[in-house]
């Protein structure tokens, strides 16, 4: 069945140091979205990606769809602890409306 | 607006009781899903809705039964609860399904079967 799988599962960064996180798909995604869940809270949406190719910047992060539109990542430039959380790529489901989640990248910030 | 919000937040259940977790939303949307997440294994969509009235099965719909009477509400029921149904249940929603449908998710209730 359709899959998304994210590497790696855990992150351990020095603050200051950067992080990236990838998202790969088994089939081609129309769209692809960034949430980020705090450590005991719940997933926060950051971000959609449509275009093959597409980057996009939101301060520190930069996020980019593959060109094949089966792949994405993104990547935060010198961390900071208020960093610290699950990334989660999520794309839709068969193509339909439902969204089918990544495991999640942890990343913890060391001060 | 509250967003959406989930009730209880807390809960522990012994092996083959019941209960409902309910999930409200005041954002007029459509779309509203119900997950949950176990460690290292992201966010497992349980069941779903399209609209009032309307329900259907997601990635993991065995041991669960919902119901959307209502646009803004929609409610988890557990039959007979499981250990294996230790998690944490997370609602969302969503004004689309296809193109723009960012999700929306409730603060998520903690759910411990013994």
């Known amino acids: 069945g359709q899959q998304v799988m994210q590497i790696p599962q855990y992150q351990h960064v020095q603050e200051g140091e950067d992080f990236t996180t990838y998202c790969n798909s088994s089939t081609t995604l129309s769209n692809i979205q960034w949430y980020k869940q705090r450590p005991g809270g719940h997933p926060v949406f950051l971000i959609q990606?449509?275009?093959?190719?597409e980057v996009k910047k939101q301060k520190r992060l930069t996020f980019q769809f593959g060109e094949a539109k089966k792949n994405s990542s993104l990547h935060i430039t010198a961390t900071q602890t208020t960093d610290v959380g699950t990334y989660f790529c999520a794309g839709p489901y068969n193509q339909g409306g439902k969204l089918i989640f990544g495991q999640g990248t942890e990343l913890s910030v060391k001060p | 607006n509250a967003g959406v919000t989930q009730t209880p937040k807390f809960r522990v259940l012994k092996t083959g009781q019941s209960m409902t977790l309910l999930c409200a939303q005041d954002m007029n949307h459509e779309y509203m899903y119900w997950y949950r997440q176990d460690p290292g294994m992201g966010l497992r969509l349980i069941h779903y809705?399209?609209?009032?009235?309307?329900?259907a099965k997601g990635e993991v719909p065995d041991g669960y039964n919902v119901s959307r009477l209502k646009k803004q509400n929609f409610l988890l029921g557990l039959e007979s609860a499981a250990p294996s149904q230790t998690s944490v249940y997370f609602c969302?929603?969503?004004?689309?399904?296809?193109?723009?449908?960012?999700?929306?998710f409730g603060p998520g209730t903690r759910l411990t079967v013994l």
């Open positions: 969302a929603s969503s004004y689309s399904m296809v193109l723009y449908n960012e999700q929306f």
């Open positions: 990606l449509v275009k093959s190719g």
């Open positions: 809705s399209v609209g009032e009235g309307t329900t």
